[in-house]
């Protein structure tokens, strides 16, 4: 079974604070994708990876960096956490464009 | 850039019923997919179709990509079903975007 993690599911962080999410797949997916998703916005890609060494920035990537250390993770980080980047994150691995992309459960996080 | 219009923005059925989901989009698009998110937030892909008509399950989704438009329709809809169906796009020039999705609710 295809399967996508996300850790933390839940994150309280202060302003200024450096905040990171981490993306597990054990799929063999080349791709690895970053989005958030805000009311009234849908979702929006803040990264994305075609494998182990390589990011690229996605339409929204200001404030947000990535990291791809291997094929199963890809982390987004948050240097310096704004409340304005208060949202769900969620993590993605597959083909877009195919049938095959997972999601992982999402990430909820709280900037104050 | 690319702007993607779903219609309607909730559908309330009966059990049985079948349910029509409508997505535009400005710009000509070289991938559409679309994706179900649960009413607990996790996101399933239903299925690509970047031109033409797929099938799979009780899904049907056609797209005619000369006149910006796809469809999804749900067939002989159940309870389980209910939940935001999201259409998104992408293309050459421009990359993946989704639009605020259909609130689709499923009554016994």
């Known amino acids: 079974e295809a399967a996508v993690t996300q850790s933390p599911r839940n994150k309280v962080a202060v302003t200024g604070g450096k905040v990171t999410l981490s993306c597990n797949q054990t799929?063999?997916?080349?791709?690895m994708y970053w989005y958030r998703q805000d009311t009234g916005h849908g979702l929006r890609l803040i990264h994305y990876s075609y494998g182990a060494g390589s990011t690229e920035k996605g339409d929204i990537p200001d404030g947000y960096k990535a990291s791809r250390p291997s094929q199963e993770n890809f982390s987004l980080i948050l240097e310096l956490a704004t409340p304005s980047q208060t949202s769900v994150y969620f993590c993605?691995?597959?083909?877009?464009?195919?049938?095959?992309?997972?999601f992982g459960p999402g990430t909820r996080l709280l900037v104050l | 850039g690319q702007q993607v219009q779903q219609s309607p923005s909730s559908l309330v059925l009966q059990e049985g019923e079948n349910a029509e989901l409508q997505c535009n989009f400005s710009s000509t698009a070289t991938q559409l997919q679309w994706f179900y998110q649960s009413p607990g937030g996790s996101l399933v892909s239903l299925l690509s179709?970047?031109?033409g008509t797929k099938h799979t399950g009780r899904l049907t989704s056609t797209t005619v990509t000369k006149e910006r438009r796809s469809s999804l329709h749900i067939s002989s809809s159940q309870t389980t079903d209910s939940g935001t169906y999201l259409c998104?796009?992408?293309?050459?020039?421009?990359?993946?975007?989704f639009g605020t999705g259909t609130r689709l609710q499923v009554s016994p």
């Open positions: 998104a796009t992408s293309s050459n020039t421009d990359k993946v975007v």
């Open positions: 993605a691995s597959g083909d877009w464009g195919q049938d095959t992309q997972y």
């Open positions: 179709n970047p031109s």
């Open positions: 799929n063999n997916h080349n791709n």
